[in-house]
């Protein structure tokens, strides 16, 4: 019994600590180590400074990859951009609808669609801000910082891979161009994630 609460005990603490990580840009720090202050419950960027113009990305004008490493059962992914060398203002969306993601792995996206007519040069400094939610309804941040180039590339099919259990929809469907809005549901985010949460901590104890 011992041994038993030991791990239920272990398994709380990993939960904690679970969140997400950015593998693709480079992100501004790891702020899943333990040994740094960063917390990703801070907005906007979960307490990291924006990184040195060596180490931002270069994304291709028409938009890059994105590659995240989802630690929950279940979450709502939104990307935010932010023009500028200093960024305070996420203020475009790069994923109209919200996503709902299911299966904790890797999430690949190899282009993410710009907004039209968006106000970037070869040269354009940004940041990207990645946000995850939970049925609990609170947020997770990071952040990761990068140039548009104009002889930037997306990573390449091979490099961008999704985990084959991890699937990612829209929430709401995509407006039409009448003007009628289709509010669609995706079936799973219908389903309840509550029941999953034991079966979760024991699964990230293993
Ligand atoms: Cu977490």
Redesign the pocket.
């Known amino acids: 019994m011992v041994v038993g609460a030991f791990v239920l005990l272990a398994a709380a603490a990993q939960?904690?600590?679970?969140?997400?990580g950015i593998e693709y840009p480079k992100w501004r720090a790891d702020t899943l180590s333990s040994s740094t202050n960063f917390s990703?419950w801070d907005y906007p960027c979960a307490g990291a400074p924006t990184l040195p113009d060596n180490e931002r990305t270069p994304w291709p004008l028409t938009g890059g990859s994105v590659k995240l490493d989802l630690?929950?059962k279940w979450t709502y992914v939104f990307i935010n951009l932010g023009l500028g060398e200093n960024v305070t203002n996420f203020n475009y969306t790069l994923t109209p609808g919200l996503w709902n993601s299911t299966g904790n792995g890797t999430l690949c996206v190899q282009q993410l669609t710009l907004p039209t007519n968006l106000p970037i040069v070869d040269g354009s400094k940004a940041s990207l801000q990645f946000v995850t939610s939970g049925d609990s309804g609170s947020a997770?941040y990071n952040c990761a910082d990068i140039v548009f180039k104009a002889n930037a590339t997306t990573l390449s099919s091979s490099e961008c891979v999704t985990d084959a259990g991890v699937k990612v929809a829209p929430v709401v469907a995509a407006q039409q161009k009448s003007g009628a809005s289709t509010a669609g549901l995706n079936k799973a985010m219908l389903s309840s994630a509550a029941g999953l949460a034991v079966v979760f901590a024991f699964g990230l104890s293993l």
């Open positions: 939960l904690v600590n679970a969140h997400f990703q630690h929950h997770l």
